[in-house]
């Protein structure tokens, strides 16, 4: 991997940046974007996909002007699969477009965001969602 250009993709659709060989989204804000994911996850030591820190500084140039600053829109269960990420399977929630992967975190946003109490109600809130892998 070479070449810099295999390793980060925008997606303008969602406007979210990808880094390939993980197949994550780069978080914009606390995680710091696309230089910490650099730093912390490609360090020139790091097992898997190291970059040395010249080709790190270039990566992080290269995307400067796409470092996100607010989170991004989360795919619904309607939208096709994003390129480069895995399809996984997930819940999402029947009354916005809240999707995530965990049951906990289902339940938390159905407490949060919708009010929500009782475990035995969860289901009208959430559906299992099984992508087009
Ligand atoms: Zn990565
Ligand atoms: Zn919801």
Redesign the pocket.
Known sequence: MDDLSD?LSYNDEFDILI????G?V?MPGKSGGVDG??EF??HSKAEK?PLSTSSRRKLSQLHRGRILNSMPQTPGPDSNPVPHLPVLEGLYCLDCPYICRALATMERHARSEHKWSSKSSLHSVCQQLISNA
């Not at 880094?19 to 993980?22: E, H, K, L, S």
């Open positions: 390793w880094c390939i060989p993980c994550v780069i994911h650099l996850t490609h996909f």
